[in-house]
């Protein structure tokens, strides 16, 4: 049986920028910062911060772990991008987790857990049923954070390793809001 590998996950999916650092089976380093926007900029730093925390650096790293969403269209590309881009780089298994599963993790739970969606709604995933996008029920456990979801994700990402993983993609319950613009584009001259 492998040993217990060291795994650096992270997630954008929201109003922040996460990561947590997993080795021998236990968080060693975590952060998670709030923000609205600037996660782009924010995350490759905030990533060798909690890398250099647990004393390790890079080469060290067995896999990464990225949340795939759902959550905020940019954050999603944002963390799985990266996730995609440092996999390629350093050779090295990426694993997605979608928010779903992270959050039964980080609450304990099999039943239905909810991940924060635009407009005072949430996405809903049920046991056997498609996650939907509907107003808040009553009942749900509270959201347990972005830390817990980082480490979450690195807990879940170690469950799968050694495997080979396909690339992460992200998870999108409904389309984003942006749409192509319907101007005319330029005529090209030769």
């Given at each position: 049986m492998p040993?217990?590998?060291?795994?650096?996950?992270?997630?954008?999916?929201?109003a922040h920028c996460a990561a947590a650092l997993l080795r021998d089976g236990r968080i060693v380093a975590a952060r998670a910062e709030a923000m609205s926007k600037g996660q782009a900029e924010r995350l490759?730093?905030?990533?060798?911060e909690v890398l250099a925390e647990g004393g390790l650096t890079w080469r060290d790293l067995d896999a990464i772990g990225v949340g795939t969403g759902?959550?905020?269209f940019t954050g999603i590309?944002?963390?799985?991008?990266?996730?995609?881009?440092l996999a390629l780089g350093l050779a090295v298994p990426a694993y997605?987790?979608?928010?779903?599963?992270?959050r039964r993790h980080a609450l304990g739970t099999e039943g239905a857990v909810a991940v924060p969606a635009p407009r005072d709604q949430i996405y809903l995933s049920r046991p056997g049923t498609a996650p939907e996008q509907i107003d808040r029920p009553e009942g749900l456990p509270e959201d347990p954070g972005p830390q817990a979801l980082a480490e979450s994700i690195a807990h879940l990402a170690a469950l799968r390793w050694p495997d080979p993983a396909p690339p992460p993609a992200p998870l999108y319950i409904r389309p984003a809001d942006a749409a192509p613009s319907s101007d005319?584009?330029?005529v090209l001259l030769d």
């Open positions: 040993s217990d590998p060291t795994i650096l996950a992270f997630d954008t999916s929201a490759m730093g905030l990533l060798e759902p959550g905020n590309r944002i963390s799985v991008s990266a996730a995609r881009g997605g987790i979608d928010g779903f599963a992270a005319k584009p330029p």
